[in-house]
């Protein structure tokens, strides 16, 4: 089935330490990005990626980053996690362009850091 | 600056219709988004409108009013699997999403 695959779904880390939170899409789309959802608030975008080998920064960019090697996989490292990084992340994905809007989201990976 | 509103929280009941309001103020304006998000699940897309009007999808309708920046979701005949998070998004000049904090719908039978 065609879609977004993130890993893990779910995580417990301590303070301090690396994490990446993978994310692979099968439906060769152009953009994808990289969003934390926390109680209250709207998706924050993170980080994006309109087409392999290049990135751009989003709302909330501090303390992560991104690659994007080629097209199908954006993964998002935490180089040290802190409290404030417990939250939902959704990777998406959409064909880009001015066609950005309909997103197609990953199932989420539920992150506590301690 | 950039702000969307819709409300935390509406009820309604089964069967009956509901519409849930947004307004938004974006730098320049490519459109609105509106998603649907079952708890503990990605959200989903529900609708798309760049015009003023209404569109019609089934059930569901959106209505888009760019002099008033305004937007609401109509949902009709109204089915307990409606209980979600209804989640209003307007498009930027750099064709970034602006995401409201999202709407819970609860259905009471």
């Known amino acids: 089935i065609a879609g977004i695959t993130q890993a893990p779904t779910s995580q417990i880390l301590a303070a301090g330490r690396r994490m990446t939170l993978r994310c692979t899409q099968d439906?060769?789309?152009?953009?994808m990005y990289w969003y934390r959802q926390d109680l209250g608030l709207g998706l924050r975008l993170i980080h994006y990626?309109?087409?392999?080998?290049?990135?751009g920064k989003g709302e909330v960019p501090d303390g992560y980053s991104v690659s994007r090697a080629n097209t199908d996989d954006f993964p998002l490292t935490l180089a040290s996690a802190v409290p404030s990084q417990t939250s939902v992340y959704f990777c998406?994905?959409?064909?880009?362009?001015?066609?950005?809007?309909?997103?197609?989201f990953g199932e989420g990976s539920r992150l506590t850091v301690l | 600056g950039q702000n969307i509103d819709q409300p935390t929280e509406m009820t309604a009941t089964e069967g009956a219709i509901v519409q849930i309001n947004c307004t938004y103020q974006?730098?320049?304006?490519?459109?609105l988004f509106w998603y649907q998000q079952h708890a503990g699940e990605a959200p989903t897309f529900l609708s798309y409108n760049v015009l003023d009007g209404l569109e019609e999808k089934g059930r569901f309708s959106s209505f888009l009013s760019r002099s008033k920046g305004y937007s609401y979701l109509l949902l009709k005949e109204l089915q307990m699997k409606d209980s979600a998070s209804y989640l209003c998004?307007?498009?930027?000049?750099?064709?970034?999403?602006?995401w409201g904090a999202g709407t819970k719908l609860i259905i009471k039978p």
């Open positions: 998406a994905s959409s064909e880009g362009g001015t066609n950005t809007g309909e997103l197609f």
């Open positions: 439906m060769r789309h152009n953009a």
């Open positions: 990626s309109n087409t392999a080998g290049t990135t």
């Open positions: 998004a307007s498009m930027d000049s750099n064709y970034q999403l602006i």
């Open positions: 974006t730098s320049g304006f490519n459109g």
